[in-house]
Each structure stands twice: as structure tokens, then as C-alpha cells.
DNA sequence: TGCTATACGTAGCGTTGCTACATATCGAAC
DNA sequence: GTTCGATATGTAGCAACGCTACGTATAGCA
């Protein structure tokens, strides 16, 4: 999977993730290699700038917590961060549709 | 269509239109919003350095042609180029793939 | 003592698409 | 005849984003 790809899409990623519940990074990163069978594989540097951007947003909202003597930061969705995750849910649909037309479809043969 | 999204999926876009036969610039504008029913409307600002970065790759090739007084750079597809769209077809097919699972799948209750 | 897993963080980089602007020709409108 | 829009290409500079590479720290095990 390309780097340059997943552009513009991990926001998504992330916020649903956190639909199944509050969770740090490192486990939002292990779930997502759960959910895509290990082709998402993402690394702690862009995971954790990406929260602090949602945090940043108001589409997450993080508090810590200490257990087995490790500190994590604790993430969930706020009712600003649902509605932007269904929002980016329609885009993605589009997005996908739009793309896939364009890359199967035929196109019309040049008049050159 | 944010701008974001489109990163890295650009060139694809490019390489598949010119599938169709050899085309200009301004013509692969037309033809994508002709292909996405007026979704995607690309500045020239983003094709046309596109173009370049192609065809510096090889995976293109430009010439120059004048018609009706204007001067147009034809691209057309070379090898390199039929073979890197059917690689990212397949990249693409599953990119959207993942993304999709992971957008749609109920995440596993997070156990906090 | 050292290694691995867990857990968070940031500085800096490279790529990319977009905005804004510049240039030039042609045809139609006024 | 000049202005305007469509056609056609180009570049400089910007902002955003994900990644690499590093650093910090604790827990558990060999």
C-alpha cells in the first residue's frame, strides 16, 4: 500500500475506529491491522500526530489513564467527531464510486 | 471532492484516460469530467505538472502539435505507462477495498 | 543485563494537488 | 476594433499530509 494513497483518508480510518469504543494508539493501530487483515500496518509517527490533530479538531476527545504502570492517552468520538465520520462516510462512497468509474470505464476514444 | 483524497490516485487517473488514445491537457480535463458526470473538475494547475512528472517517468509521451492555430502537447501511453495503470488498477481495486472495510465494519468493542 | 513489547512523542522530509498568475490564439459579440 | 470568453499551456509558491528516524519510558522475561 502506497504512502501517498492514504492521503486525505486516515482521519476516516481513525474516527471509525473509535466508533467501537474508546481506545489509545497503539491499539486503534492494532485494530486497524485486525480489520484490514494486516495491509494496514501503520506506523506510531503518523498515528499519533493524526489524534492530536482530531483532538485539535474537537472530533475526539483524549484524557489519560495509567494501567499496568504504562500511561495511555484514551481517545473517543464526540458528537462533533460522529457527525464528521458520517460525513466523511458519504465522501468516501463518492470518492470510491467516482474513482472506480473513471479507472474501469472505457473512455470515450480520442478524436486524434 | 476535497483535495486531499485525490493524493496519489492523480496519476492513475491521468494514465487511464489516455487509455482511450493519445489527448492534450486541456482534452483529459474534458474527458474526466465527462467520465465522473462533472465530479471531478481539475484545475490546470494540477494537470498539467502532473503531465510532466509523467512523462519524465516515461510513462508518457509528449509531443507537440498545432491545430487551429494552437499549439498543443499530445500525450499518449508507452509500455512503461500500460503496464504501471494496470499495477495500479489492481492497487487501486485493493486500496478501496480496505478502506471500505475498515470504514464499514463494526470495530471490535474496545475492552476499556 | 539486555532484549522485546508496550506506549507516547516530535523534528524534519518529500510528495502532492491547489491557488494565483502569466502568456497566447481564436471567434463572437458589441 | 476592441473586448470578452473559450481554448491551451505553463510556473512559483503554498499548505497539508503521512512517513522516517529518532528519543523517552515502563514492564516482563531470559
Do not use: N
Amino acid at each position: 500500500m502506497r504512502a501517498e494513497e492514504l492521503k486525505g483518508h486516515l482521519d476516516s480510518l481513525l474516527l471509525a475506529t473509535l466508533e467501537g469504543g474508546p481506545r489509545h494508539g497503539y491499539a486503534i493501530i492494532d485494530e486497524l491491522r485486525r480489520a484490514s487483515g494486516g495491509r494496514l500496518d501503520l506506523p506510531t509517527g503518523t498515528i499519533y500526530p493524526a489524534l492530536h490533530r482530531l483532538e485539535q479538531a474537537r472530533l475526539i476527545a483524549g484524557s489519560w489513564s495509567v494501567a499496568a504502570g504504562r500511561r495511555r492517552r484514551i481517545y473517543q468520538l464526540t458528537p462533533a467527531g460522529a457527525r464528521a465520520l458520517a460525513g466523511k462516510r458519504a465522501d468516501w462512497r463518492e470518492f470510491a464510486a467516482v474513482i472506480t468509474a473513471a479507472l474501469e470505464a472505457r473512455p470515450c476514444p480520442s478524436p486524434a
